[in-house]
């Protein structure tokens, strides 16, 4: 799928936003890097970008690809495709997966199928064996295949003890753990966040501690330790709030907040439509003000997308049956620039160098749009206003919550590796 294109591309008459701040000018790529940033410039193809910014492409630490053994709902290359459309130029795929992504074969099946997707795949590992909580995973062999973040993702490990001393082996091997905070035995049974909501729609709720008390462990783990862990979708003002102390008391531990959590509030739950439902579930209006406040003060490092396709049927169930998630990757730009009050540099800083960063790869992604620099890039209209329709969404699954929804931002082109995937808001094959 990435072949490199044969010439010159010059992204013309944009607005660079990077780390580096912001600046009027024309960008040259070829044979896969950055060769030329500066005024009046030329290419053997022109990608039109008058009026729309030229970022780093982005990077989502949170993609369930669902492959390999539930292609119904997604596939590695139609995820690929969505991740593309949403200007991100790599992704961790999470380890939930059938069988899971807990051993070498599957992460070499992961990078294989990757290889061929229209952006970078990189693979996370489960903790555990089966994701099961019970038995280390093969950790060392998954990371001597370039697996650098380590998840149970849809499960928190909820052995303290346990815990302990994967953090203890992943620092000795220089590797993330990733934490779902959710502690079972107060989660169980629960669809829905535990609140006024739940009680007015008879669904068995959630209560916030459940996440919360996982939250305030892994930190302490982490102090213990010293081994950086990295918070995933944290949903509420306790956990931010702790996230918060606890770096500025020097723990090394990183957050990410969900799309869904800074736009949508329990309530959506009222009509009890599946679509809404989603693990650590959606809050009451204070909590996503906390997560809103968290990503603009730093103490959320991330804007992760836990796209989370599910088939139509599965959708189809009743509220307390069917599964938990939603769609991502094709709607996390829009949202954060239409619903954060934050400047365009800090929502790409989300998206892109500070999620970069926490999975490795800032040499590759997220980098400075300098010459030299590796050509993955997102080029965006800020102003463009469109509705979201489920049936034009490259993702297989169409269970986004925002059908219908009028948002602003979209990405018009995407490079990946110096390779236009997408150009006018078209897929490239
Ligand atoms: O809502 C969710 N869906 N939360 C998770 O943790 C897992 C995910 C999935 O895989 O569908």
Redesign the pocket.
């Known amino acids: 799928m990435r072949n490199t294109p044969k010439g010159s591309i010059v992204v013309k008459g944009g607005l660079i936003v990077d780390q580096l701040g912001e600046r009027s000018s024309d960008v040259v790529v070829e044979e896969g890097h950055i060769v030329g940033v500066g005024p009046d410039l030329s290419g053997d193809q022109v990608l039109e970008a008058k009026g729309c910014v030229v970022a780093p492409g982005f990077v989502d630490l949170h993609t369930?690809l669902r492959q390999p053994g539930m292609e119904e709902a997604e596939t590695i290359e139609s995820g690929g495709w969505a991740a593309v459309r949403g200007g991100f130029s790599a992704v961790v795929a999470?380890p939930?997966t059938d069988p899971p992504i807990d051993c070498a074969a599957v992460v070499q099946e992961v990078l294989a199928l990757g290889a061929k997707a229209p952006c970078e795949v990189y693979s996370s590992g489960a903790i555990t064996v089966g994701r099961k909580g019970e038995q280390l995973a093969p950790i060392a062999e998954m990371a001597g295949l370039g697996v650098r973040l380590f998840t149970d993702?849809?499960n928190g490990i909820q052995s303290a003890g346990l815990m302990r001393r994967a953090m203890e082996y992943a620092a000795g091997l220089g590797v993330l753990l990733a934490q779902?905070c959710e502690v079972d035995s107060l989660a169980e049974g629960g669809h829905m966040h535990e609140g006024e909501w739940s009680s007015q729609l008879g669904i068995p709720g959630v209560p916030a501690e459940a996440e919360e008390l996982m939250v305030m462990r892994d930190i302490a783990l982490s102090r213990l330790t010293g081994a950086p862990v990295h918070f995933q979708?944290l949903s509420t003002r306790g956990s931010v709030a702790m996230v918060r102390a606890a770096r500025q008391g020097g723990v090394p531990v990183t957050a990410e907040a969900a799309t869904h959590h800074f736009t949508l509030t329990d309530e959506a739950c009222a009509g009890y439509d599946p679509v809404f439902?989603?693990?650590?579930p959606l809050r009451p209006a204070d909590d996503v003000a906390a997560v809103r406040e968290g990503l603009a003060d730093g103490a959320l490092d991330a804007i992760a997308t836990?796209h989370?396709p599910?088939s139509l049927d599965s959708k189809e169930r009743p509220f307390d049956e069917a599964?938990?998630?939603?769609l991502g990757l094709e709607t996390a730009l829009a949202l954060a620039l239409s619903e954060l009050n934050l400047s365009i540099q800090q929502v790409v800083g989300l998206l892109s160098w500070q999620p970069a960063a926490i999975a490795g790869l800032q040499n590759t992604h997220g980098t400075p749009i300098a010459v030299g620099a590796p050509a993955n890039l997102c080029v965006f209209d800020p102003e463009e206003i469109w509705t979201v329709e489920p049936d034009e969404l490259a993702s297989r699954a169409c269970n986004t919550p925002y059908a219908g929804r009028q948002v602003q931002g979209r990405v018009r082109h995407t490079l990946v590796g110096g390779n236009p995937v997408v150009v006018n808001q078209q897929m490239r094959q």
């Open positions: 369930h999470m939930n993702d849809g779902h979708h439902k989603v693990n650590p836990d989370a599910h599964p938990p998630g939603m």
